[in-house]
């Protein structure tokens, strides 16, 4: 792999990056618009210390080859071609590691997927889940539908009785090293119901598990993988690709349980994003097969967030776009199950955008009002702004004169004096990109990858080290491991244990405090970190207390049940003591 060194040696990222970007220096780091997403504030980040360049805004982003496989939208090993080509530096004719550890990745999928088919089998409880929410054995069949059990090496003995390789196996992420102290692994999916996801040639590239009963967080995934860059995938697609060649028109939803639902009923030409908003590479993707699309997505306040951003996205885009709305508040598959008719009458009568803009400005804002006048021109003018031709604005602004009782004279005027084109999902999206982002969890190890000699606050503070989020799981057990060992902990030797991936989650959590709380005093940070940790405190006991709670119920043996009351009541005095 020294090619990859040379390349790296030959050009920082602020100067790639510079080439698509442009940057101002800000701090330490530097600034620029995002290339993945639309903005007018930028909150892309470029670190040459750290040697990578984030966006806190899509969550995408990477050292020189993630940021050129993302923009570029190729694999990694093309990615590796136009770096060497830009420098200079020489390949050998073929890379054959790359693909080899792609093919090994899928192959382990492929045999994890089937032991969650047959654990599925064998536990009638898991299954029921499946078939209480409508779905019939066809359909658990077809999607490959399975249940990960409950714990921490039944998955890894049987892959490794198969002779698969332990590097390998992490590498597929199926299981998570503890830390590089600390060789052993364990099964990363446990007690989850499993989603496996598919690229659209049907190469199984990765999972989604689902929580058994209540909990957050509801779904974790398998992070990117040699096979598996979740920006480039759309579920389902391996299944509804002939359907939207056919129909000439694709549906996009937001849940896995969502799409399955819609295939079960004959809306086949139905995809999801995999747990992140709408990307230009998941766009491109599409135009393939179709450049018709619907968003179907839920008919929450967040569903309409993602409606907004999804639409914003694609318009720069040469796709038609439809909106369906599913009756008001419920979940697309909550829709099918409770009634087909009404869903099938939806799909069937999609509506445009402007008419989904004119439901929505309806919705939120009082017609009557002088002040809820305001809001739906300030909210609806600008799209109407965006329409193609004079006639088509011509439509919408007769509308809305009827709609808010104004004499439509005024609303040209009004159109003409907005300048040019502004759009108004925007500010609302990012404002929603930003509080949502990143989780306790993550900011609380961006604290201690900036500021390591806070650790040991945080190692007293924390009740229960399992289970935390498990996305960040391994690198509170990493971070214990070595504090145990040294009773210290310092950066070098986090970057230390932790594998190459993880290494760019230190990097870009610590990138993240630091940008966010650039002159905050030690007291200021102590503050913050306390408080967080209360809060994570708090959250964790109460999602143990949760699934204690369902456990008992689900107990039919006494012993065990009282061993469960035992720890249910453990818990209930921890939460009294925070
Ligand atoms: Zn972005």
């Known amino acids: 792999m020294d090619h990859l060194e040379e390349i790296r040696g030959r050009i920082g990222i602020e100067e790639l990056v510079g080439s698509y970007v442009q940057l101002k220096k800000a701090g330490k780091s530097l600034k620029g618009l995002c290339p993945f997403h639309s903005e007018k504030t930028p909150s892309f980040i470029v670190s040459p210390d750290k040697g990578i360049a984030w966006c806190f805004g899509c969550h ?7 940021f050129t496989q993302l923009v570029e939208n190729v694999n990694f090993a093309e990615a590796v071609k136009i770096l060497a080509q830009k420098t200079g530096v020489k390949l050998p004719e073929r890379m054959p590691l790359i693909a080899n550890q792609r093919l090994k990745t899928i192959e382990i999928n492929e045999v994890a997927s089937q032991f969650y088919q047959k654990k599925l089998e064998e536990n009638p409880k898991m299954k029921d889940y499946f078939l209480n929410r ?11 539908l399975g249940y990960a059990p409950d714990s921490f090496d039944q998955l890894k003995n049987h892959l490794t ?26 099964d990363r999916f446990r ?3 499993m989603f496996p996801i598919f690229d659209h040639q049907d190469n199984p590239v990765a999972f989604s598990g689902r929580i058994v009963g209540q ?6 995934n398998s992070p990117e993988t040699p096979a598996y860059s979740k920006s480039l995938i759309l579920y389902a697609l391996n299944w509804a690709k002939e359907s939207i060649k056919q129909k000439n028109v694709a549906i996009f939803m937001e849940g896995y349980m969502d799409v399955i639902a819609a295939h079960q009923a004959g ?8 747990g992140t908003a709408l990307t230009p590479q998941q766009l491109k993707l599409i135009q393939r097969y179709t450049k018709n699309i619907i968003f179907c997505f839920d ?32 979940d697309p598959d909550e829709c099918i199950q409770k009634n087909p008719a009404a869903w099938q009458k939806a799909v069937e009568n999609p509506i445009s955008v402007m008419d989904f803009y004119f439901d929505q400005a309806t919705k939120k804002f009082e017609t009557q009002t002088v002040q809820g006048k305001k809001q739906v021109l300030d909210f609806l003018l600008p799209f109407i702004k965006t329409a193609k031709s004079e006639m088509e604005q011509n439509i919408y602004i007769h509308r809305l004169s009827l709609m808010l009782q104004t ?20 500010p609302v999206s990012e404002a929603t990109i930003k509080t949502h982002s990143f989780t306790r969890e993550e900011y609380l190890l961006g604290f201690i990858f900036s500021h390591p000699e806070i650790y040991p606050e945080i190692d007293k503070g924390l009740i229960l080290t399992i289970p935390v989020d498990p996305d960040t799981e391994r690198f509170y057990i990493a971070l214990k491991t070595v504090y145990t060992r040294t009773s210290s902990i310092e950066l070098a030797q986090i970057k230390e244990v932790f594998t190459e991936e993880d290494r760019e989650r230190v990097e870009v959590l610590g990138l993240l405090v630091d940008e966010e709380y650039p002159d905050f005093s030690e007291e200021n940070r102590m503050r913050e970190v306390k408080k967080l940790i209360r809060e994570i405190n708090r959250k964790n006991l109460f999602n143990t207390q949760k699934e204690v709670e369902y456990k008992i119920r689900l107990s039919q043996d006494p012993a065990e049940k009282k061993s469960l009351l035992n720890h249910y009541n453990e818990i209930l005095k921890l939460t009294l003591k925070i």
């Not at 909990?215 to 974790?220: C, D, H, N, S, T």
């Open 407 to 426: 004499d439509p004279k005024l609303l040209w005027n009004d159109l003409r004096n907005l300048k040019s084109h502004k759009s108004h999902a925007q």
């Open 134 to 144: 409508g779905l019939t054995n066809e359909t658990i069949q077809k999607f490959r």
């Open 215 to 220: 909990g957050e967080p509801k779904y974790i």
């Open 161 to 186: 009785e198969k002779h698969y390789d332990r590097k390998d196996l992490i590498e597929a992420a199926v299981v998570s090293q503890r830390s590089i102290a600390d060789q052993s692994t364990y």
């Open 191 to 193: 007690n989850r119901l």
């Open 299 to 330: 008919g929450d306040g967040a569903g309409k967030e993602a409606t907004f951003r999804a639409i914003e996205l694609a318009q720069s885009s040469d796709v038609n776009l439809s909106v369906i709305q599913v009756p008001e508040g419920k």
């Open 267 to 274: 809306t086949t030409n139905a995809v999801a994003t995999c």
């Open 60 to 66: 995408q982003g990477g050292d020189i080859f993630k």
